[in-house]
């Protein structure tokens, strides 16, 4: 579960948690990622509790940071806020990693603990509300740069893949260098806009179009295959 908390989609988790347990499920086989609001040390931590009560969850399963700039990723540059864009990397990500748990089975007890104060800074002690961490659309100079200060690996790379990019223009390049920089912890892929956003570039590819008609599939399908047989998951 991959969603921005708000409103109407803040209502839908609720409703979809109380069905997960109503069902006789376990908090533990669902799996929440989602992304800090804010970037620095104090705003990190703020912005993890936030996302604690917005969900009503005890810890996150994975936090990533979305964007290595300071602003929405919309217009398609990462904003360096006056140069000051490494510090606030660092700074964020040094917080994140002050929040993930020693051990996953903290998880388990974390439910019977009070939680904790907005207040409170939440790395300290045994509270730990995070089971890993990892980092979205950075390029690979930002990875360059976590590896020198990092001591908690990113455990999940989240990039845009999809057919119309190819594997050598950034999945092939991006594992070796992760590889490199990361080399005591395997790191997972994770793809994003697999469909190229809906492009009709891509949908409308007439080799994707024949393809998915000799196979009977549709081209939708084939990019989401051709993304998982590459290791990725969605």
């Given at each position: 579960?991959?969603?921005?908390?708000?409103?109407?989609?803040?209502?839908?988790?609720?409703?979809?948690?109380?069905?997960?347990?109503?069902?006789?499920?376990?908090?533990?086989?669902?799996?929440?990622?989602?992304?800090?609001?804010?970037?620095?040390?104090?705003?990190?931590?703020?912005?993890?509790?936030?996302?604690?009560?917005?969900?009503?969850?005890?810890?996150?399963?994975?936090?990533?940071?979305?964007?290595?700039?300071?602003?929405?990723?919309?217009?398609?540059?990462?904003?360096?806020?006056?140069?000051?864009?490494?510090?606030?990397?660092?700074?964020?990500?040094?917080?994140?990693?002050?929040?993930?748990?020693?051990?996953?089975?903290?998880?388990?007890?974390?439910?019977?603990?009070?939680?904790?104060?907005?207040?409170?800074?939440?790395?300290?002690?045994?509270?730990?509300?995070?089971?890993?961490?990892?980092?979205?659309?950075?390029?690979?100079?930002?990875?360059?740069?976590?590896?020198?200060?990092?001591?908690?690996?990113?455990?999940?790379?989240?990039?845009?893949c999809?057919?119309?990019?190819?594997?050598?223009?950034t999945?092939?390049?991006?594992?070796?260098?992760?590889?490199?920089?990361?080399?005591?912890?395997?790191?997972?892929?994770?793809a994003?806009?697999?469909?190229?956003?809906?492009?009709?570039?891509?949908?409308?590819?007439?080799?994707?179009?024949?393809?998915?008609?000799?196979?009977?599939?549709?081209?939708?399908q084939?990019?989401?295959?051709?993304?998982?047989?590459?290791?990725?998951?969605?």
């Amino acid at each position: 579960m991959d969603l921005p908390v708000r409103g109407q989609i803040r209502l839908m988790l609720l409703s979809f948690a109380a069905a997960f347990a109503a069902a006789g499920n376990c908090r533990c086989e669902l799996g929440i990622a989602t992304t800090p609001k804010l970037y620095g040390a104090t705003a990190a931590t703020k912005a993890c509790h936030m996302s604690l009560n917005a969900l009503d969850t005890e810890y996150i399963d994975l936090y990533m940071m979305h964007w290595p700039g300071l602003q929405d990723p919309s217009h398609g540059k990462v904003v360096e806020a006056q140069g000051y864009g490494k510090d606030i990397r660092r700074e964020s990500w040094l917080a994140l990693e002050s929040m993930v748990m020693n051990e996953p089975a903290v998880a388990r007890e974390i439910s019977s603990q009070k939680r904790e104060s907005e207040t409170t800074v939440m790395g300290s002690g045994s509270y730990r509300v995070l089971h890993s961490i990892g980092v979205c659309n950075f390029l690979p100079k930002h990875l360059e740069e976590l590896a020198g200060y990092c001591s908690i690996p990113p455990a999940v790379i989240q990039y845009e893949c999809h057919p119309l990019l190819g594997a050598e223009g950034t999945e092939n390049p991006l594992r070796r260098l992760c590889t490199r920089l990361f080399p005591m912890k395997p790191i997972h892929f994770q793809a994003h806009s697999a469909l190229a956003g809906g492009s009709a570039q891509l949908l409308g590819n007439e080799e994707l179009k024949e393809l998915a008609v000799n196979i009977r599939r549709t081209v939708a399908q084939i990019a989401i295959r051709w993304s998982l047989q590459k290791g990725n998951s969605k």
